[in-house]
């Protein structure tokens, strides 16, 4: 009796062997449940765990075609946002993934809510682009219990170690990016060029990337404040100052109009402002309208990024000076890869394993390449690369 127990427990190893290395998804919760079911079956009578445990197999298996994904993003108000929902949720379909794909417009709780309706239904994986970096650790938490493994997309989960992996781009390089144009188009590394007065502004400072956007960008201007070639005339020079909450571009608008009208009435004139996002260089640019400055001469430099199409627009027009474009298919690729690999218990690529400290762990990070954008390239990076038509760029 005791050698059949053997042969039939070699048996359900084999078949658990098996079913782990064909399953093209191995997804640790099935196959933790299969450990256990096959385990009690052994108790029992060992014909019948073999049973069990084949059939967990062909359950493990065939659940590989119906693993569910839920992808929760910040706001549909951002063009950029409504591009990454669909280049992840079309890529992640393409591999035979079903996903749920939500957007919180911008209501932190409404996000935990999604989150939470994700993985009552099942969820397999999250990736997740967060309103509020630090308001998802609860929720991430029950994630982490239920052993679904969470992707960061775009911006860090922070103060967590429920997230196993981050996508992004090079956020301290869109920084220097934007700062860089600043520094070439006023000619700051002649030294006898300035003062220009520059105005500064920051991201939402519940956004992780918002920092790294700010250090890059305030590390390659430093000197040249340093060296009085920039000046700050309204004297709001800290990230917390020039932070915006929520990215908003009312925010952003109704900051020019107070700097304007406080700093500004005596005559003096804004030569350039740098602003991390293209939607506050819509509310920047409308309050430089509202105080009488027109598009041309005398318009000042704006920087942004996302590329989003009113912003390569306004690159044609000269209402924006630049922005950063960050190819939302190359992300969505990377992080798509990323859910792959988890799911199927593979090492996905990553690029960084030292720059993203969510405050609990640094979290494997995969980079993309920012790439500054001008009215003289624009044609080479977004149109060219199918990013727009021209139709698009020129309607
Ligand atoms: C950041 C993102 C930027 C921009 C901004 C506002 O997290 O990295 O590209 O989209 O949010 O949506």
Do not use: H
């Given at each position: 009796m005791k050698k059949v127990k053997r042969i039939i427990a070699t048996i359900?190893?084999?078949?658990?062997?098996?079913?782990?290395?064909?399953?093209?998804?191995v997804d640790t919760k099935t196959t933790a449940a299969a450990t256990t079911k096959a385990a009690a079956a052994a108790e029992t009578t060992a014909a019948a765990a073999a049973a069990t445990t084949a059939a967990a197999a062909e359950t493990t298996a065939a659940a590989g075609t119906t693993f569910?994904?839920?992808?929760?993003?910040?706001?549909?108000?951002?063009?950029?946002?409504?591009?990454?929902?669909?280049?992840?949720k079309t890529q992640l379909e393409a591999l035979g993934y079903v996903v749920d794909l939500q957007y919180a417009e911008d209501d932190i709780q409404a996000q935990v809510n999604q989150i939470e309706n994700m993985i009552t239904n099942g969820a397999n994986c999250l990736v997740i682009a967060a309103i509020d970096s630090s308001a998802l650790v609860n929720i991430l938490a029950k994630a982490k219990s239920a052993n679904i493994p969470v992707i960061a997309y775009d911006r860090l989960l922070m103060n967590t170690d429920a997230v196993s992996y981050y996508a992004?781009?090079?956020?301290?390089?869109?920084?220097?990016?934007?700062?860089s144009y600043l520094v070439d188009a006023l000619g700051l590394t002649d030294s006898t060029k300035g003062p220009f007065n520059v105005e500064l502004f920051a991201g939402s400072p519940d956004d992780n990337n918002a920092t790294l956007f700010w250090n890059g960008a305030m590390k390659t201007?430093?000197?040249?404040?340093?060296?009085?070639?920039?000046?700050?005339?309204?004297?709001?020079?800290?990230?917390?100052?020039?932070?915006?909450?929520?990215?908003?571009?009312?925010?952003?608008?109704?900051?020019?109009?107070?700097?304007?009208?406080?700093?500004?009435?005596?005559?003096?004139?804004?030569?350039?402002?740098l602003s991390p996002y293209d939607g506050?260089?819509?509310?920047?640019?409308?309050?430089?309208?509202?105080?009488g400055y027109k598009v041309g001469a005398g318009w000042p430099l704006i920087t942004g990024q996302d590329a989003e199409l009113m912003g390569v627009k306004n690159l044609i027009s000269g209402k924006q000076a630049m922005t950063v474009f960050k190819d939302t298919r190359v992300l969505a690729s990377k992080c798509v890869k990323m859910v792959d690999a988890v799911l199927k218990g593979t090492e996905p690529e990553i690029n960084d394993t030292k720059t993203y400290d969510n405050g609990v762990l640094v979290v494997p990070s995969f980079l993309c390449t920012p790439v500054a954008v001008t009215k003289d390239n624009y044609v080479k990076e977004v149109i060219d690369a199918g990013y727009y038509t021209a139709a698009q760029v020129a309607g």
């Open positions: 359900i190893a084999t078949v658990m062997l098996v079913s782990v290395a064909s399953c093209t998804a569910k994904v839920g992808v929760a993003m910040p706001t549909q108000s951002s063009e950029r946002w409504i591009a990454d929902g669909a280049n992840v992004t781009f090079d956020n301290f390089q869109v920084g220097v990016l934007q700062a201007l430093q000197p040249y404040i340093d060296s009085k070639q920039i000046v700050v005339l309204s004297g709001q020079t800290t990230f917390e100052k020039c932070a915006t909450l929520r990215w908003a571009q009312e925010v952003a608008q109704a900051r020019m109009e107070n700097i304007l009208s406080g700093t500004y009435s005596g005559g003096a004139k804004v030569d350039a402002v506050l260089s819509y509310g920047i640019a409308a309050a430089l309208e509202g105080a």
